[in-house]
Nanobody, 119 residues
Framework: QVQVVESGGGLVQPGGSLRLSCAASGVIFRNYDMGWYRQAPGKQRELVVGITSGGSTNYADSVKGRFTISRDNAKNTVYLQMNSLKPEDTAVYYC?????????????WGQGTQVTVSS
């Protein structure tokens, strides 16, 4: 059974920092591309940043220079370090694990963790 579990969300003041974690089990983690998405109220879910199985990253323009993604394959975990947080970063943050192999797409989502940036 595949599980993707996020943690680390919370309430933070503007300019503050948070680190989100996402642990995946039931998959060969090192083979999966991982991504952080977010969805604010009334908006569509959007990609924040992705990291491939090889370690290449792709950041949304809105978070470049402020957010950093990393992965620890030994711990089956991906992290999102968020610095200089802004009120517009407020959203539910979701972790995604995906892999395309032999014509089959494997796509798993966590339940989300709330991040609120407010004074």
């Amino acid at each position: 059974q595949v599980q993707v579990v996020e943690s680390g969300g919370g309430l933070v003041q503007p300019g503050g920092s948070l680190r989100l974690s996402c642990a995946a089990s039931g998959v060969i983690f090192r083979n999966y591309d991982m991504g952080w998405y977010r969805q604010a109220p009334g908006k569509q879910r959007e990609l924040v940043v992705g990291i491939t199985s090889g370690g290449s990253t792709n950041y949304a323009d809105s978070v470049k220079g402020r957010f950093t993604i990393s992965r620890d394959n030994a711990k089956n975990t991906v992290y999102l370090q968020m610095n200089s947080l802004k009120p517009e970063d407020t959203a539910v943050y979701y972790c995604n694990a995906n892999r395309l192999t032999r014509g089959m797409q494997y796509d798993y989502w966590g339940q989300g963790t709330q991040v609120t940036v407010s004074s």
